[in-house]
């Protein structure tokens, strides 16, 4: 019998979502798994997958229609039924109509970020298929040439073919390559026993780009370049202006009104000499040249934050205040903040504690470039376990952010620039960066988010306690 497809509940508070653009027409064929809409949720725009395989029928809500939770939005007609008469055997039948259309949406790269993501289990396995298990042991006295590879490549192992000449690919990198036109024989594995996964074909892009592309890519500084500013309109002289907030706006507003009334906010702030993580970043670059990727400042933070989480599973939680219970997490699941022309929204980079520099690189850019275009999935922006925000490209020395609840922590990182430092009571210009810890003081206290931060800082000028 044929499938009514129906409005799905992305997320935990979504109650309605506007159907933003159909990928596919009454009468195509569809496959389980294929994206076939563009969906706007409470949190962002979303690429929404078939569930089940036949033709569309009856595409039931427009583009631009709002539709409620559980509500129809199309018909598959299932193998063996004749697509039209589904349609009409539907359209006889009464139905829930559909909200629509409202204004249009305003862009497809908009994105809510409702900062307070629930823990989500489902998907927790994939991704960790995902990712590799081994964590090679070396100490920062032996990060010579041969180490400084170790260290980009830490998590990741195989040659890209596995046994025999069958290919060995995980499905979402099977779906991804598909998506993007790449062919996996070309495509060299780093999962266990050779194993293909999605980093390796999102690699396998990136060294694919325009040479105009990559030579833009390789620009390298310490501090990333800013995003060009989109600066609002000025208003006359006498004049005034008001903007009803947008969907975004609402929801930013709204949770982080939530968070700082509700959660008793305490900061602690260090000082971290970035010498050594700038040097050894330079000589690994020039190392993965012949591979198109540049690491920046920002991928050593974030493997050490995941290395810091690790040992400080208090700090890797979650706080449910009705059951008065914390939830702490094996994984480390991170929140990266990304920052879009109308708001912000918070990626979450999954099972990051188990890759090395060179895929938290693709993988975190691929996450920014796809949270720009509106084309998070559900999975990436839920579920994180701890966050991270960076201002540094835009000047910031330092500042504080506030938690996304359930999590109880989150990591303020500003510029890392040069300063005039004493060293041995002389004054001499080191490469230096400010971090600031925000925990909720009613799972972390004081001194352990001080353990917390003295780990990080070790992380960080010594980067080989990353890989202990």
């Known amino acids: 019998m044929p499938s009514e497809i ?3 509940q992305l997320s935990d508070t979504m109650t309605e979502g506007t159907v933003v653009k159909w990928l596919k027409k009454e009468g195509d064929k569809v496959k389980e798994g294929e ?7 409470d ?54 109509e559909a909200r629509g259309p409202q204004p249009a949406p305003e862009s497809a790269s908009r994105a809510d970020s409702e900062l307070g993501h629930d823990p989500i289990a489902a998907g927790r396995e994939q991704s960790r298929r995902e990712t590799t298990q081994t964590s090679p042991s070396h100490t920062s006295e032996s990060l010579a040439a041969s180490a400084t590879a170790t260290i980009a490549d830490h998590g990741n192992h195989g040659n890209g073919r596995g046994t025999g000449d069958r290919i060995r690919v995980s499905p979402l990198a099977r779906r991804v390559a598909q998506e993007r036109g790449v ?11 050779g194993r293909i996964v999605e980093a390796d074909v999102l690699g396998f892009v990136e060294g694919q780009r325009e040479p105009a592309a990559k030579s833009a890519s390789a620009v390298a500084t310490a501090t990333p370049k800013a995003p060009a500013p989109v600066l609002p309109q000025r208003i006359a002289s006498g004049q005034k202006e008001v903007i009803a907030l947008n969907k975004m706006r609402s929801t930013i507003a709204l949770r ?19 010498e050594t993580i700038s040097a ?17 400042v920002s991928d050593f933070i974030n493997k050490a934050i995941a290395a810091t989480l690790q040992q400080h599973p208090n700090v890797n939680a979650h706080f449910n205040g009705q059951k008065n219970e914390v939830t702490r997490y094996g994984d480390v699941n991170l929140g990266i903040a990304v920052a879009l022309p109308d708001g912000l929204i918070v990626p979450v980079l999954r099972n990051i504690d188990q890759m090395g520099l060179k895929e938290i690189r693709v993988r975190s850019v691929d996450l920014a470039d796809r949270a720009r275009g509106g084309k998070l999935k559900q999975d990436e922006l839920t579920g994180a376990t701890f966050s991270v925000s960076t201002l540094g490209a835009y000047g910031v020395r330092e500042f504080a952010a506030i938690i996304n609840p359930p999590e109880v922590g989150i990591l303020a990182v500003g510029a890392v620039e040069k300063r005039a430092v004493v060293r041995s009571d002389q004054v001499v210009p080191r490469t230096m960066m400010t971090v600031t810890l925000s925990v909720d003081h009613r799972v972390v206290d004081g001194a352990a988010a001080a353990e917390f931060l003295r780990t990080l800082k070790a992380m960080l000028e010594e980067p080989g306690m990353m890989l202990v």
């Not at 725009?45 to 033709?55: K, S, V």
């Open 280 to 296: 050894l970043r330079e000589k690994l670059n020039k190392q993965l040249e012949p591979q198109k990727i540049r690491l920046s």
């Open 35 to 41: 994206i076939i809409a563009e969906v706007e949720t």
């Open 183 to 193: 062919d996996l024989e070309q495509v060299k594995g780093s999962g266990p026993g």
């Open 256 to 274: 982080l009104q939530q968070s700082k009334q509700q959660i008793p906010h305490f900061y602690e702030t260090i000082d971290v000499d970035a």
């Open 43 to 96: 949190k962002a725009t979303m690429e929404w997958e078939a569930t089940d395989t036949g033709t569309l029928a009856v595409i039931v809500a427009k583009e631009g229609d709002k539709v409620k939770v559980g509500n129809p939005i199309a018909v598959l007609a299932q193998s063996g039924e004749d697509p039209k008469q589904v349609k009409q055997q539907f359209s006889s039948q009464p139905r829930a």
């Open 6 to 8: 129906t409005m799905p």
